[in-house]
């Protein structure tokens, strides 16, 4: 179930396993979901990952969002390459041009987003959770403490991986973006 709260700029992942023993007694404010979406225009869904590949409900939202590409990222110290290097790459915040569509097939992670105001929310994901975020979004990635992820990319007319870290203010992406910021998501 994704799970979003606003965090530190700087908050860092490995703390998380520390934090999590505290959370009993310093649990984060979660956002809801349809302020996730007001500030920052990131979508959320559940998807039942038994039968991702055929069942309706994804297919569904294929259509509706004209996504007609996929792939799937295996996080793994032995499954993917540059393993590190990658998951450092992951974790700088950027934006793309296109919308980053992520469906979690396993483990957990955590996507951070900037909001209207550049103040970082983070949002947990765990197996079924689908995210998209708008093309033009200032973000970043990272797995939570287990270090494992599977997640199944979802792409519009074209499998896009162009990327851009911040600053990239002056992008057509991200200029449209700020526009519909503006407008209101
Ligand atoms: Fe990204």
Redesign the pocket.
């Known amino acids: 179930m994704v799970k979003a709260w606003y965090i530190d700029g700087e908050e860092l992942v490995t703390d998380e396993k520390v934090k999590r023993s505290e959370r009993h007694l310093n649990p984060p404010q979660y956002i809801s979901l349809d302020e996730l979406r007001h500030r920052t225009g990131v979508q959320c869904e559940r998807v039942n990952v038994d039968k991702y590949d055929t069942d309706d409900s994804l297919q569904e939202i294929c259509r509706e969002k004209g996504y007609q590409y996929s792939d799937i990222l295996d996080i793994h110290p032995q499954r993917l390459e540059n393993y590190h290097d990658k998951l450092a790459a992951f974790y700088t915040e950027?934006m793309?041009p296109d919308d980053?569509v992520r469906l979690v097939l396993k483990g957990s992670a955590y996507f951070d987003v900037r909001d209207v105001d550049n103040n970082w929310i983070r949002i947990g994901v765990e197996r079924g959770d689908m995210l998209n975020l708008v093309g033009g979004t200032y973000?970043r990635?990272t797995l939570d403490c287990d270090g494992y992820g599977k997640l199944f990319r979802l792409f519009g007319s074209k499998a896009d991986w162009s990327?851009f870290n911040r600053p990239a203010d002056s992008h057509p992406a991200r200029i449209a973006y700020v526009e519909k910021a503006v407008m209101g998501f």
């Open positions: 950027h793309h980053e973000h990635f990327s």
